[in-house]
Nanobody, 118 residues
Framework: QVQLVESGGGLVQPGGSLRLSCAAS????????MGWYRQAPGKQRDMVAHIFSVGNTNYADSVKGRFTISRDNAKNTVDLQMNSLKPEDTAVYFC????????????WGQGTQVTVSS
């Protein structure tokens, strides 16, 4: 099983930027997909972005054009660059791994808090 540890959360003003990083134990090169999810208080956990082993990505409509997911296979990290942040982006952000095409996202990090507020 993949172990994941997130970092980079914090407090930022609306319109600001943050970069989240997810460090994975072991090589992520052959993992089918990595993802970022978020959960706001009282709401369900929602997908933010995915990146697949071949490099393609997908994003939630609410973050398209503002967030970018990237992967560094040499460092075993998956990052989420978040620009033009809005108060509604406030949530706990989780990193997740899907090891094969036949599995779901079964490995999760502990989460990192992102708060967008003036």
């Amino acid at each position: 099983q993949v172990q994941l540890v997130e970092s980079g959360g914090g407090l930022v003003q609306p319109g600001g930027s943050l970069r989240l990083s997810c460090a994975a134990s072991g090589s992520i090169f052959n993992i089918y997909a990595m993802g970022w999810y978020r959960q706001a208080p009282g709401k369900q956990r929602d997908m933010v972005a995915h990146i697949f082993s071949v490099g393609n990505t997908n994003y939630a409509d609410s973050v398209k054009g503002r967030f970018t997911i990237s992967r560094d296979n040499a460092k075993n990290t998956v990052d989420l660059q978040m620009n033009s942040l809005k108060p509604e982006d406030t949530a706990v952000y989780f990193c997740a791994a899907r090891t094969t095409i036949f599995s779901g996202f079964g490995s999760w990090g502990q989460g990192t808090q992102v708060t967008v507020s003036s």
